[in-house]
T-cell receptor
Framework: GIQVEQSPPDLILQEGANSTLRCNFS?????LQWFHQNPWGQLINLFY???GTKQNGRLSATTVATERYSLLYISSSQTTDSGVYFC?????????????FGQGTILTVHP | DTGVSQDPRHKITKRGQNVTFRCDPI?????LYWYRQTLGQGPEFLTY????????KSRLLSDRFSAERPKGSFSTLEIQRTEQGDSAMYLC????????????FGSGTRLTVV
């Protein structure tokens, strides 16, 4: 099946810093999503981005489908950005609709 | 619409007991998914429904696990004869097809088997 690798596994920032999280995937995809899992376990959908670039406030994401990677940018980080960030992909075909998740990036933002 | 709802939020059970979880998806979503997440890992796919039809089951879903989605609305996930290895967060999500605008997850049910 498709493999999803996220880097870095852990990231510690001071409030106000910028960061870039990376997601590499091993095959073509028809869906890619970024999620933020808060300390209570809730997975919040940040972006649905199978290709191209999207922005939402301090967050933006870019997926280069032909090169099989996606980036999540967090600017001017805040303590509330802390949590685990997951990239998840849907490889389509017989796996259509099923998301395969990476291992996540644990982000800690200190005040 | 208040999103995807899961009940209960937490469940502690003794090994060997049966447990059932419920998921209410976003009403206009025709797809419903179950995932399991253990500590330090990303969620893993268990099964999904399109309307009332169960279209795929993961190899992770042993014979002790069963899921239903009667009438294509809410879904239940039952675990029979629970084992300590079943302790995990069970996550439900829904999406709409065609169009595939992405998943919305519920808050999950955290199961602890003692």
């Amino acid at each position: 099946g498709i493999q999803v690798e996220q880097s870095p596994p852990d990231l510690i920032l001071q409030e106000g810093a910028n960061s870039t999280l990376r997601c590499n995937f091993s095959d073509s995809v028809n869906n890619l999503q970024w999620f933020h899992q808060n300390p209570w376990g809730q997975l919040i959908n940040l972006f649905y981005i199978p290709s191209g670039t999207k922005q939402n406030g301090r967050l933006s994401a870019t997926t280069v489908a032909t090169e099989r990677y996606s980036l999540l940018y967090i600017s001017s980080s805040q303590t509330t950005d802390s949590g685990v960030y997951f990239c998840a992909v849907d490889a389509g075909g017989t796996s259509y609709g099923k998301l395969t998740f990476g291992q996540g990036t644990i982000l800690t933002v200190h005040p | 619409d208040t999103g995807v709802s899961q009940d209960p939020r937490h469940k502690i059970t003794k090994r060997g007991q049966n447990v059932t979880f419920r998921c209410d998806p976003i009403s206009e979503h025709n797809r419903l998914y179950w995932y399991r997440q253990t500590l330090g890992q990303g969620p893993e796919f268990l099964t999904y429904f399109q309307n009332e039809a169960q279209l795929e089951k993961s190899r992770l879903l042993s014979d002790r696990f069963s899921a239903e989605r009667p009438k294509g609305s809410f879904s239940t996930l039952e675990i029979q004869r629970t084992e300590q290895g079943d302790s995990a967060m069970y996550l439900c999500a829904s999406s709409h097809t065609p169009g595939n605008y992405g998943y919305t997850f519920g808050s999950g049910t955290r199961l602890t088997v003692v």
